[in-house]
């Protein structure tokens, strides 16, 4: 505390009760006590914020403020970051509402059992993103497959930064469709994204009965993601025998090689909570 400014700030009356100081700045970078003083309040000030005055702590040297300030740029463009990657994201607001804390891993045996995997996918984030493996969300109709499917993906872009782009199926066949019949739209930007994310949510795959060209169309993503070891995450409602039915085994294969599978087949959480009231 600099003694003289400090006392002389304090007043005529210097009620030393009211200028208590309970915790001791110290400066993030060099450790230093930061000098401390204290502001009294006008008496307008004194009635409105119930309290006598403020504590003011001198900044650190110019050394240790510039790296403050930094460390302050780097977490605003950190944030800002995080805040662009979602909304590029391609997640809706109602995806957006879905994560990990709000996933309930008590429904079923095989949501707790999911619920360890996805755990262990994020832990092992590092390994997973380089040797390109995703995981296969297996289950019925509202078993929370995109539900955590989109989890993963919002936590890895919170905590890992990650690039990542959430499309369902049917949603990305139509665009391609749509493209052929809209010149001015930028289908082969569109594919690029979608064959290129560090992360991709394929959500709803083989929710569409596939002809050839659909078959084919997910081919040139699913071989370009495996061959550049890019994770991505399918949810699907077939399981691996089907999935070499619906489409082919060049495709299926490659899946199944790239990905954990992770089955929530179970209740319909959506029919159990309304049935228990949830
Ligand atoms: N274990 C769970 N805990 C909390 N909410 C869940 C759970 N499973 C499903 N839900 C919710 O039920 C609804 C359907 O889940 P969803 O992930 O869309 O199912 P699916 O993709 O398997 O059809 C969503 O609103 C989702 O948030
Ligand atoms: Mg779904
Ligand atoms: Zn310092």
């Known amino acids: 505390m600099s003694g003289s400014s400090a006392s002389r700030r304090r007043g005529a ?8 100081r309970l915790d001791d700045q110290i400066c993030a970078y060099c450790g230093r006590e930061l000098e401390a003083e204290y502001f009294e309040f006008p008496p307008a000030l004194q009635r409105k914020y119930g309290k006598t005055g403020e504590w003011y702590y001198h900044p650190c040297t110019s050394e240790c403020e510039q790296k403050k300030e930094r460390r302050e740029w780097e977490l605003m463009r950190r944030d800002a970051r995080v805040a ?22 008590h429904v079923s045996t ?15 984030w590092d390994d997973n993103r380089e040797e390109g493996r995703g995981l296969y969300l ?9 539900h955590l499917a989109v989890a993963v993906m919002t936590e890895l872009i919170r905590r890992r930064r990650v690039p990542s782009l959430f499309v369902t199926v049917p949603e990305f066949l139509d665009n ?5 019949n809209d010149p001015g739209r930028d289908i082969d930007e569109w594919m690029d994204a979608v064959k290129n994310a560090d992360l991709l949510v ?9 002809n050839a060209w659909v ?21 699907s409602n077939i399981g691996p025998k089907d999935l070499t039915e619906q489409l082919g085994d060049r495709t299926a294969s490659r899946i199944i090689a790239m990905s ?4 929530l087949e179970g209740d319909d959480y959506r029919e159990t909570a309304a049935r228990e009231g949830r």
């Open 260 to 263: 954990e599978w992770v089955g």
């Open 84 to 105: 662009s990657l979602k909304e590029k994201s391609g997640l809706t607001k109602r995806l957006k509402k879905y994560t990990l804390d709000n996933f309930n891993p």
């Open 202 to 210: 394929l959500d709803d795959l083989g929710a569409e009965k596939p």
């Open 176 to 180: 391609l469709r749509g493209a052929y």
């Open 110 to 124: 095989n949501a707790g059992r999911a619920r360890v995997k996805i755990d262990e996918y994020l832990a092992g």
């Open 138 to 146: 297996c289950g019925d109709v509202g078993t929370g497959k995109t």
């Open 215 to 235: 078959r084919e169309r997910l081919f040139v993503v699913v071989n370009h993601r495996y061959r550049e070891a890019l994770p991505t995450i399918f949810t």
């Open 13 to 20: 009356a210097g009620r030393e009760d009211a200028a208590l």
